[in-house]
T-cell receptor
């Protein structure tokens, strides 16, 4: 099955700074790459996604980039706010089994 | 807004006991999933289910696990003989089709095996 690697495992930034989280995937057939945010004790919730026919997607302060050749995709959060503090998971899917990265614990210091 | 619902929210059981976790996926969704998350760790894929049969399963989903859609609305995960290492949060998720985008997660069922 698909294997997704995610870095870093923890990330601490000052409020207002940018945060970048990177993922790689193993299966070149994967075609859908979502990012989920999980607050403590809550379910994962989708924040942004990208498909393999697109290189970049932006939604307000968050953006995702995809490099299919290198099998890399990244999440960029600009102007971070304390409420962005959470665990972020990337995932990759080509069909019925969406696989998640190990997660990045983002802490935004006020 | 429709959502995936799970019961129980928390279950405590003795090692060796059978556990059934229940999920009601979003009504027009066709694909159903179970994921497991050990405290503080990644969300791990267990199994996907479509058209009343398993379509994919991970190496975690061994003979101790089974899934069923007994009545057209519930989607259950059974663990036959629980082990200490089965203690985790179990998330059910559903999607209309895998190409449609967002996987909708339930709130999770926390299983504690003593």
């Amino acid at each position: 099955g698909e294997n997704v690697e995610q870095h870093p495992s923890t990330l601490s930034v000052q409020e207002g700074d940018s945060a970048v989280i990177k993922c790689t995937y193993s299966d070149s057939a994967s075609n859908y790459f979502p990012w989920y945010k999980q607050e403590l004790g809550k379910r994962p919730q989708l924040i942004i996604d990208i498909r393999s026919n697109v290189g970049e997607k932006k939604d307000q302060r968050i953006a995702v980039t995809l490099n299919k050749t290198a099998k890399h995709f990244s999440l960029h959060i600009t102007e971070t706010q304390p409420e962005d503090s959470a665990v972020y998971f990337c995932a990759a899917s080509m069909g019925n089994d969406m696989r998640f990265g190990a997660g990045t614990r983002l802490t935004v210091k006020p | 807004e429709p959502e995936v619902t799970q019961t129980p929210s928390h279950q405590v059981t003795q090692m060796g006991q059978e556990v059934i976790l229940r999920c009601v996926p979003i009504s027009n969704h066709l694909y159903f999933y179970w994921y497991r998350q050990i405290l503080g760790q990644k969300v791990e894929f267990l199994v996907s289910f479509y058209n009343n049969e398993i379509s994919e399963k991970s190496e975690i989903f061994d003979d101790q696990f089974s899934v069923e859609r007994p009545d057209g609305s519930n989607f259950t995960l059974k663990i036959r003989s629980t082990k200490l290492e089965d203690s985790a949060m179990y998330f059910c998720a559903s999607i209309w089709t895998p190409s449609s985008g967002e996987l909708f997660f339930g709130e999770g069922s926390r299983l504690t095996v003593l």
